[in-house]
């Protein structure tokens, strides 16, 4: 795994640890644009004050990317829990048996290079 990538997880935990847990917290390379990520991220405490939480995540990522690693964050997407795309990358997941990295997919219209799964939308589900 890239180091680029390994560098969110630890700011996965600590933003959990400050604002609460994540429903998603992923990486995508879209095929587009390779080299590029963005990071998309939903959550129950993201509604709301939207700017306020982009900063906040914007100011989490610039503390711990150096300046090369940050030019490639493309954009930071914040998503209601109940947002389409979530169910559809569930659905993709449950397909693939829950990777936590996949390559050359489309989920809900939109194609990714490859993408990196921190936190899984379906390990944050509750059993049925």
Known sequence: ???????????????????????????????????????????????GEEMKSLRYVFGKIRAVLDKNEFIQVSKVVLLD????FIEELQDFLEDYHNPSVFSDAVINGMSFKTGYIIVSPLNSTEPA
């Not at 630890?10 to 917290?25: A, N």
């Open 1 to 47: 795994m890239k180091t680029f990538i390994k560098k969110f997880f630890p700011i996965e935990r600590t933003i959990s640890q400050e604002k609460g847990d994540f429903k998603l917290f992923a990486l995508f390379e879209r095929k587009d644009i390779q080299g590029i990520w963005d990071v998309v991220l939903a959550a129950d405490w993201l509604p």
């Open 81 to 84: 829990v109940n947002e389409p």
